[in-house]
């Protein structure tokens, strides 16, 4: 059974090791997506339509057809069918430069009939409201009811109440990469540069959609500028790309501007919810009764997690989704996670708070059902409350004195992020001593590059930039799933790590009869093969490939379920200071204790928390899509009024990675998921006034302290 | 954006001459750090842009015993760390150094921060046709007004975005304009103007007059200054309120106090009532609170603007108290 071994013996692994692509990053020598020109490429623009709600009667694309330097002109929705959002895809065109192409998306004709929109969510709920969705009864999702235990008589047994709503906005992704490709064309075979969480996926939505045999489409993505679960496919604009490409004869780069990522490429649904919760005397968490919605938009889900993490015998929970006239939403980063531990956290705060209880300690009594991630979330509470002082927060919140008042509060988290079968790796040896590891995963930034060859350089006792690392590329054909969902290192390390094994065996099982030893008796680490019983027999590393004469070592891997695990528990603590005579909220620390599973690397496993940090504090503080209910519009569709954190808003970020598995697991989402709770209580501890709504601006400071 | 013809201009004069007298037809660019996200969005489609970096000496920063010239091309980045304006004139680099970002403050000019279009969120939408855009609608009124105007507004609700403005006029600034009849030089304070003058415009320019210089007087002796920014973002960030308090003193006696708000009003607001509560009074806590209170007693807020009250009325306070402290 393959294993990771013990601490003590690895070199590599669990060390700080710079990304492999970094020095290419930080020089601009790394193409992204953005970067891929190709002979002859024209560049493609997408109309959209500036109406929230409209049946196009007629498309023409004549005169944008007629303007020199504009090489094919597509319509990309049927006269008589309906936009049902601002930014809907209308037609494309293809150009010699992006200027004209954009030129010649202002001269494209169109016509349609506006009909009644409705982007307020509330809105769309009353009857009479604009129908969205053919395929719902009305605007609302027939909610979906879950029941357990016996809700009355929880709430008979309960000493204290709760009664509260809490709301959190949509977030868009803001990748800092727009969504795009570069298609082209050589007869029937595609050759697509993309900015995509998959690669595989996006060949194989492209080869349906084009109708040709998978072999015939290729997918490449060398470096990629954030996805957050938004880029799993081609997209509108994907095929679009192709599409003009093949009218056009030559490459088309088709990259989306920021307003459109804000418009049509996904989003993090909102959520709103009522929910009256129960404790008991003595601190159990006994009775729960939610009721809650979100809008993805024109999408059908706005799913939210809730009760969540804490464990309530009673409970029913009544969820659903409401449909506005606005972009469908996606996964974001921990789907559904985020919005409901903010309510679950600011939930628990207040029960203890009517219990007279510190909410750590009302926290530790109610805890994960799962026994062992239990276990986990009790040394974390611990390794946390002492990181972040957690004696120091307010007795009575808001009891602090002077204009400028502290606080501390805290949150939690829990995700899946085991992995699975279906990646194919190889990794082979050559005689010249240079060493591949292939497979079809990709970087979308998280560093798996690195990982892998980390991975494969402890095996065969090498370092981490001998390796050739071949990855984000559907070529070789050795498939591997997307990256989302927290599953790319626990799909893919399982699979490289036994396939380096494999490789390793097969070469010492080569080596062996010629430097008489025992296959088994042989070793390799710091640049040698070396005999375990006689360590004079010792072959500097090139000196043993060179063995091989002309064979070349290539191994597969399997996933093997031993080497990696899931379901992560993760705390964070907060310390903000507000000002209460101006209402801002500056967070001074985070304290995040993250459930890693076995660390491979733990400088990128830092930079994934503290990028998710960051991310759940604009989640907390800044983020918001705003809908226009005059027009329709998104108000906000840049990053000016649109406002992720700057460098000025990030706090002191504490990662403690809880690493006593070695066993693998993703924590690319996870510790995105407690950040937002966290700040809101310790907002709360702060002012002593509670704000149920994100995100947590001074308006709502200042109205709050009246 | 829509192509247009480029223009270097080669001196002050023939601005005007190069420049038409239909606001639609022609553009001054200086930093551009404003007028290019307007054309981006269509907003402005002008026909020629005519550019003023290439007017030699308009970035020059001049001290003579008069006080100080500034020349309208000067970047916000070399006002912020100009030493005599930190030293006598300290509301102004504060306010410089407030602007944006490192990057933009490095090319945005101080000509183009007095003269910058607003940001009203329906106004730089590029198809949404407001009032200000000759529309007939005033979108602020009805929908989302958070970032709007308290005093001032009507028939649009702009709040001025000029970070330096307050600053200028609270130490007493002229402006000089030149235009195709010669030049005028005015208090910057009467260089802006209400929308129930021109909703279209936000201050008194004409279509071919171009900034050039502001002048600011000799400091009167025992004059202290500052600039307090509330932005939601503080790395880069409009104001949602900001105060320029610029105090004369005379022992622990407040001679005369300008009091100009950011962030508040479609001009940059100068607040009598604010002063009326300093002038003649040793600053004490209670004095810079009643300040703060006699500022805000008029403001007319909006549906989403209401905390710009209590917010107004804290920094002023504060300003008045870092002020003799
Ligand atoms: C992301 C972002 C954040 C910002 N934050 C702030 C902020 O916090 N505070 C703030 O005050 N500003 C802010 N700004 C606005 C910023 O553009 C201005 O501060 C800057 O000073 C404008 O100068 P410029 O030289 O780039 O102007 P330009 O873009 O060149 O010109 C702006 C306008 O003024 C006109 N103009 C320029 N010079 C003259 C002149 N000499 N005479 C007559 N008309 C002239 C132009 O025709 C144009 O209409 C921000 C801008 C951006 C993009
Ligand atoms: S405040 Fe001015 S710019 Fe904004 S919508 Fe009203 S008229 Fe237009």
Same mark, same amino acid.
């Given at each position: 059974?393959?294993?990771?071994?013990?601490?003590?013996?690895?070199?590599?692994?669990?060390?700080?090791?710079?990304?492999?692509?970094?020095?290419?990053?930080?020089?601009?020598?790394?193409?992204?997506?953005?970067?891929?020109?190709?002979?002859?490429?024209?560049?493609?623009?997408?109309?959209?339509?500036?109406?929230?709600?409209?049946?196009?009667?007629?498309?023409?694309?004549?005169?944008?057809?007629?303007?020199?330097?504009?090489?094919?002109?597509?319509?990309?929705?049927?006269?008589?069918?309906?936009?049902?959002?601002?930014?809907?895809?209308?037609?494309?065109?293809?150009?010699?430069?992006?200027?004209?192409?954009?030129?010649?998306?202002?001269?494209?004709?169109?016509?349609?009939?506006?009909?009644?929109?409705?982007?307020?969510?509330?809105?769309?709920?009353?009857?009479?409201?604009?129908?969205?969705?053919?395929?719902?009864?009305?605007?609302?999702?027939?909610?979906?009811?879950?029941?357990?235990?016996?809700?009355?008589?929880?709430?008979?047994?309960?000493?204290?109440?709760?009664?509260?709503?809490?709301?959190?906005?949509?977030?868009?992704?803001?990748?800092?990469?727009?969504?795009?490709?570069?298609?082209?064309?050589?007869?029937?075979?595609?050759?697509?540069?993309?900015?995509?969480?998959?690669?595989?996926?996006?060949?194989?939505?492209?080869?349906?959609?084009?109708?040709?045999?998978?072999?015939?489409?290729?997918?490449?993505?060398?470096?990629?500028?954030?996805?957050?679960?938004?880029?799993?496919?081609?997209?509108?604009?994907?095929?679009?790309?192709?599409?003009?490409?093949?009218?056009?004869?030559?490459?088309?780069?088709?990259?989306?501007?920021?307003?459109?990522?804000?418009?049509?490429?996904?989003?993090?649904?909102?959520?709103?919810?009522?929910?009256?919760?129960?404790?008991?005397?003595?601190?159990?968490?006994?009775?729960?009764?939610?009721?809650?919605?979100?809008?993805?938009?024109?999408?059908?889900?706005?799913?939210?997690?809730?009760?969540?993490?804490?464990?309530?015998?009673?409970?029913?929970?009544?969820?659903?989704?409401?449909?506005?006239?606005?972009?469908?939403?996606?996964?974001?980063?921990?789907?559904?996670?985020?919005?409901?531990?903010?309510?679950?956290?600011?939930?628990?705060?207040?029960?203890?708070?009517?219990?007279?209880?510190?909410?750590?300690?009302?926290?530790?009594?109610?805890?994960?059902?799962?026994?062992?991630?239990?276990?986990?979330?009790?040394?974390?509470?611990?390794?946390?409350?002492?990181?972040?002082?957690?004696?120091?927060?307010?007795?009575?919140?808001?009891?602090?004195?002077?204009?400028?008042?502290?606080?501390?509060?805290?949150?939690?988290?829990?995700?899946?992020?085991?992995?699975?079968?279906?990646?194919?790796?190889?990794?082979?040896?050559?005689?010249?001593?240079?060493?591949?590891?292939?497979?079809?995963?990709?970087?979308?930034?998280?560093?798996?590059?690195?990982?892998?060859?980390?991975?494969?350089?402890?095996?065969?006792?090498?370092?981490?930039?001998?390796?050739?690392?071949?990855?984000?590329?559907?070529?070789?054909?050795?498939?591997?799933?997307?990256?989302?969902?927290?599953?790319?290192?626990?799909?893919?390390?399982?699979?490289?790590?036994?396939?380096?094994?494999?490789?390793?065996?097969?070469?010492?099982?080569?080596?062996?009869?010629?430097?008489?030893?025992?296959?088994?008796?042989?070793?390799?680490?710091?640049?040698?093969?070396?005999?375990?019983?006689?360590?004079?027999?010792?072959?500097?590393?090139?000196?043993?490939?060179?063995?091989?004469?002309?064979?070349?070592?290539?191994?597969?891997?399997?996933?093997?379920?031993?080497?990696?695990?899931?379901?992560?528990?993760?705390?964070?603590?907060?310390?903000?200071?507000?000002?209460?005579?101006?209402?801002?909220?500056?967070?001074?620390?985070?304290?995040?204790?993250?459930?890693?599973?076995?660390?491979?690397?733990?400088?990128?496993?830092?930079?994934?928390?503290?990028?998710?940090?960051?991310?759940?504090?604009?989640?907390?503080?800044?983020?918001?899509?705003?809908?226009?209910?005059?027009?329709?519009?998104?108000?906000?569709?840049?990053?000016?009024?649109?406002?992720?954190?700057?460098?000025?808003?990030?706090?002191?970020?504490?990662?403690?990675?809880?690493?006593?598995?070695?066993?693998?697991?993703?924590?690319?989402?996870?510790?995105?998921?407690?950040?937002?709770?966290?700040?809101?209580?310790?907002?709360?501890?702060?002012?002593?006034?509670?704000?149920?709504?994100?995100?947590?601006?001074?308006?709502?400071?200042?109205?709050?302290?009246? | 954006?829509?192509?247009?013809?480029?223009?270097?201009?080669?001196?002050?004069?023939?601005?005007?001459?190069?420049?038409?007298?239909?606001?639609?037809?022609?553009?001054?660019?200086?930093?551009?750090?404003?007028?290019?996200?307007?054309?981006?969005?269509?907003?402005?489609?002008?026909?020629?842009?005519?550019?003023?970096?290439?007017?030699?000496?308009?970035?020059?920063?001049?001290?003579?015993?008069?006080?100080?010239?500034?020349?309208?091309?000067?970047?916000?980045?070399?006002?912020?760390?100009?030493?005599?304006?930190?030293?006598?004139?300290?509301?102004?680099?504060?306010?410089?150094?407030?602007?944006?970002?490192?990057?933009?403050?490095?090319?945005?000019?101080?000509?183009?921060?007095?003269?910058?279009?607003?940001?009203?969120?329906?106004?730089?939408?590029?198809?949404?046709?407001?009032?200000?855009?000759?529309?007939?609608?005033?979108?602020?009124?009805?929908?989302?007004?958070?970032?709007?105007?308290?005093?001032?507004?009507?028939?649009?609700?702009?709040?001025?975005?000029?970070?330096? @403005?307050? =600053?200028?006029? !609270?130490?007493? +600034?002229? /402006?000089?304009?030149?235009? $195709?009849?010669? *030049?005028?030089?005015?208090?910057?304070?009467?260089?802006?103007?209400?929308?129930?003058?021109?909703?279209?415009?936000?201050?008194?320019?004409?279509?071919?007059?171009?900034?050039?210089?502001?002048?600011?007087?000799?400091?009167?002796?025992?004059?202290?200054?500052?600039?307090?920014?509330?932005?939601?973002?503080?790395?880069?960030?409009?104001?949602?309120?900001?105060?320029?308090?610029?105090?004369?003193?005379?022992?622990?006696?407040?001679?005369?106090?300008?009091?100009?708000?950011?962030?508040?009003?479609?001009?940059?607001?100068?607040?009598?009532?604010?002063?009326?509560?300093?002038?003649?009074?040793?600053?004490?806590? @209670?004095? =810079?609170?009643? !300040?703060?209170? +006699?500022? /805000?007693?008029?403001?007319? $807020?909006?549906? *989403?603007?209401?905390?710009?009250?209590?917010?107004?009325?804290?920094?002023?306070?504060?300003?008045?108290?870092?002020?003799?402290?």
């Amino acid at each position: 059974m393959a294993s990771w071994g013990e601490a003590k013996d690895s070199r590599l692994i669990g060390k700080r090791v710079s990304r492999l692509s970094g020095t290419d990053k930080v020089t601009g020598k790394a193409k992204y997506t953005f970067d891929i020109n190709r002979p002859g490429m024209l560049y493609g623009y997408i109309l959209r339509s500036p109406v929230a709600h409209a049946t196009i009667t007629g498309i023409d694309l004549s005169e944008a057809e007629a303007l020199p330097g504009v090489k094919a002109a597509i319509p990309l929705i049927e006269p008589g069918k309906r936009v049902r959002f601002e930014g809907q895809e209308i037609a494309a065109v293809a150009a010699i430069t992006p200027d004209i192409a954009e030129d010649a998306v202002r001269l494209i004709q169109f016509d349609y009939d506006e009909l009644d929109y409705v982007v307020d969510v509330e809105s769309a709920k009353e009857e009479g409201a604009p129908q969205i969705r053919d395929d719902w009864k009305s605007n609302q999702s027939e909610p979906r009811v879950d029941e357990r235990g016996d809700i009355e008589a929880g709430f008979a047994e309960a000493a204290v109440e709760v009664e509260a709503t809490y709301h959190a906005p949509v977030q868009t992704h803001v990748c800092l990469e727009t969504h795009g490709h570069v298609a082209e064309w050589d007869q029937d075979n595609l050759t697509v540069w993309a900015s995509t969480q998959a690669v595989f996926g996006t060949r194989q939505n492209l080869a349906r959609h084009f109708e040709l045999p998978e072999n015939q489409v290729r997918v490449i993505t060398e470096h990629m500028g954030g996805g957050f679960g938004s880029k799993f496919g081609p997209g509108v604009e994907g095929v679009t790309a192709a599409k003009l490409a093949r009218k056009a004869g030559a490459p088309v780069k088709l990259m989306l501007t920021r307003k459109d990522e804000h418009l049509v490429a996904g989003n993090r649904p909102s959520m709103t919810q009522q929910v009256r919760a129960g404790a008991t005397q003595d601190g159990r968490f006994i009775a729960y009764d939610m009721s809650g919605y979100g809008t993805g938009g024109i999408g059908s889900g706005a799913g939210f997690t809730g009760p969540y993490v804490y464990h309530v015998p009673n409970h029913r929970t009544k969820k659903s989704a409401v449909a506005i006239n606005a972009g469908s939403a996606r996964a974001m980063r921990a789907p559904g996670h985020p919005q409901g531990a903010f309510a679950m956290d600011s939930l628990m705060d207040e029960l203890a708070e009517r219990l007279n209880l510190d909410p750590l300690e009302f926290r530790r009594l109610n805890s994960d059902s799962d026994a062992r991630r239990n276990r986990i979330r009790q040394a974390e509470y611990t390794l946390g409350a002492q990181e972040i002082g957690w004696h120091r927060r307010n007795r009575v919140p808001g009891s602090g004195t002077g204009v400028k008042k502290r606080g501390i509060g805290m949150g939690c988290g829990l995700w899946g992020g085991g992995g699975g079968a279906g990646t194919q790796a190889r990794v082979t040896i050559h005689a010249s001593g240079a060493v591949e590891a292939v497979t079809g995963t990709q970087d979308i930034g998280t560093g798996i590059r690195t990982v892998i060859a980390m991975i494969v350089a402890e095996e065969l006792g090498l370092r981490p930039q001998d390796i050739t690392v071949k990855i984000g590329d559907t070529e070789p054909g050795l498939a591997s799933r997307g990256s989302g969902g927290s599953q790319t290192i626990g799909s893919v390390a399982p699979v490289i790590k036994t396939a380096a094994m494999a490789a390793k065996r097969k070469l010492f099982g080569h080596i062996a009869p010629l430097v008489e030893a025992d296959p088994g008796d042989l070793r390799a680490a710091g640049d040698k093969i070396y005999a375990q019983s006689d360590l004079r027999l010792s072959i500097p590393w090139k000196e043993a490939t060179g063995y091989l004469g002309m064979e070349t070592i290539s191994e597969g891997g399997e996933w093997d379920e031993n080497l990696r695990i899931g379901d992560v528990a993760g705390v964070q603590f907060a310390e903000v200071e507000i000002d209460t005579e101006t209402g801002l909220v500056q967070v001074i620390k985070i304290v995040a204790v993250q459930d890693c599973g076995l660390v491979v690397n733990r400088l990128t496993t830092e930079s994934q928390i503290n990028g998710a940090v960051v991310m759940g504090l604009g989640y907390a503080l800044l983020e918001e899509r705003i809908m226009d209910d005059q027009t329709g519009k998104m108000i906000n569709p840049n990053l000016e009024d649109y406002k992720v954190p700057g460098t000025m808003e990030i706090p002191e970020i504490v990662s403690i990675a809880y690493d006593t598995d070695r066993k693998i697991t993703g924590i690319g989402e996870p510790p995105t998921i407690p950040t937002a709770g966290a700040i809101a209580n310790a907002v709360y501890n702060a002012i002593g006034v509670r704000i149920r709504e994100l995100p947590i601006t001074p308006d709502k400071i200042l109205n709050a302290l009246g | 954006m829509e192509n247009f013809a480029y223009i270097n201009a080669a001196n002050v004069e023939q601005v005007p001459s190069l420049m038409s007298d239909d606001w639609s037809e022609t553009k001054m660019i200086a930093g551009g750090t404003d007028l290019l996200g307007e054309l981006k969005e269509y907003i402005e489609t002008p026909k020629k842009v005519i550019n003023l970096k290439s007017i030699p000496g308009l970035d020059e920063i001049k001290a003579d015993a008069s006080g100080l010239t500034i020349g309208a091309l000067v970047t916000l980045a070399d006002i912020a760390a100009h030493p005599t304006i930190q030293r006598h004139y300290t509301v102004l680099a504060e306010a410089a150094a407030s602007v944006a970002s490192p990057q933009i403050r490095n090319v945005g000019t101080l000509g183009g921060n007095l003269c910058q279009r607003p940001r009203c969120w329906y106004y730089r939408h590029p198809d949404i046709i407001c009032l200000k855009k000759g529309g007939d609608t005033c979108y602020a009124v009805e929908g989302l007004n958070k970032y709007h105007a308290i005093f001032g507004g009507g028939p649009v609700y702009i709040v001025h975005p000029s970070d330096t @403005a307050p =600053a200028l006029i !609270a130490l007493g +600034a002229t /402006v000089k304009i030149v235009g $195709p009849n010669g *030049d005028r030089t005015m208090l910057l304070e009467d260089f802006f103007i209400l929308p129930d003058v021109n909703p279209q415009r936000e201050n008194v320019l004409e279509p071919n007059e171009v900034v050039t210089e502001v002048h600011l007087p000799q400091p009167k002796a025992h004059t202290k200054s500052t600039y307090v920014k509330v932005r939601e973002r503080g790395s880069f960030d409009f104001a949602l309120v900001s105060v320029a308090a610029a105090f004369e003193m005379n022992g622990g006696t407040c001679h005369k106090a300008n009091v100009v708000l950011g962030g508040v009003a479609p001009i940059p607001w100068r607040s009598k009532e604010a002063e009326a509560a300093l002038n003649g009074k040793g600053i004490t806590a @209670a004095v =810079a609170k009643q !300040a703060g209170e +006699a500022a /805000v007693a008029n403001a007319e $807020p909006m549906t *989403d603007n209401g905390y710009k009250v209590p917010l107004t009325r804290n920094i002023i306070n504060r300003a008045a108290m870092t002020l003799v402290h």
